[in-house]
């Protein structure tokens, strides 16, 4: 850059910020009367994408991928009943599961559901998510 005519200039510093979009996350106020199961959809260039959910400030549940997407794939995730499953979308739409050893730690709960109560929902990756979804079903108990 270089000085040009009649250039307006300021004698201060902006005060700059940048922006960090590695985690994403949301409090939730789960009334319902039981955990509440969810569904999560991560897309595009995402660098070991997962998520955790955190209850009195403590992890409770994590589940993070060592894997990277491509532009145009998409991480698929459920814990609802019935419709379980653990999924990568390859761009030309084909399934892959990714209930493999290589992926998950089969030790840890991989399936699991917000508590009851308030918690906090958090998205992450190594690099920016710039496209996700997360969809919440509460339930309750009818007689």
């Known amino acids: 850059m270089s000085e040009m005519e009649e250039e307006v200039q300021w004698n201060f510093r902006w005060d700059a910020r940048f922006a960090d979009y590695t985690e ?8 319902g009367h039981v955990e509440a199961p969810m569904q999560i959809e991560m897309s595009n260039h995402l660098i070991n994408p997962g998520f955790y959910i955190l209850k009195d400030g403590k992890i409770i549940n994590k589940l993070i991928l060592p894997i990277t997407l491509k532009q145009g794939e998409k991480l698929l995730y459920s814990s609802r009943d019935n419709e ?8 030309d739409g084909s399934i892959e599961s990714l209930f493999k050893q290589q992926y998950i730690d089969l030790n840890n709960n991989n399936i699991f559901k917000i508590p009851k109560g308030i918690s906090e929902i958090t998205l992450v990756a190594d690099n920016n998510i710039y496209d996700a979804k997360l969809n919440i079903f509460k339930q309750y108990k009818v007689v």
């Open 84 to 91: 379980i499953f653990l999924n990568k979308q390859n761009v």
């Open 24 to 31: 994403r996350s949301i409090i939730f106020d789960n009334d």
